[in-house]
């Protein structure tokens, strides 16, 4: 698990690399907001997007490249497919 460096104030996020513990989804990216405010992320690559402010699950609910919003007091998950 990779910490992500220079995050706003009252914000975590990491990333799980290589298919950690067997998972299908080769990188998982996730955002805890702390702040009142919403923060936006920059993060290299394509990634999709399948839990946020309003919904959770596995099922892809939308795509970001190289930026991730994430809402004010809540999280975003996120993965990478390949092999």
Do not use: C
């Not at 990491?14 to 067997?22: L, P, S």
């Amino acid at each position: 698990m990779d910490f992500a460096t220079n995050v706003p104030a009252n914000l975590i996020a990491y990333v799980i690399r290589d298919h950690a513990n067997g998972d299908s989804w080769k990188n998982i990216f996730v955002a805890y907001n702390g702040s009142s405010q919403g923060r936006d992320l920059e993060v290299k690559g394509k990634w999709i997007v399948v839990a946020d402010d309003r919904r959770a699950g596995v099922g892809d609910l939308k795509k970001a490249e190289n930026r991730i919003h994430v809402e004010a007091y809540s999280l975003v998950i996120a993965h990478t497919e390949g092999p």
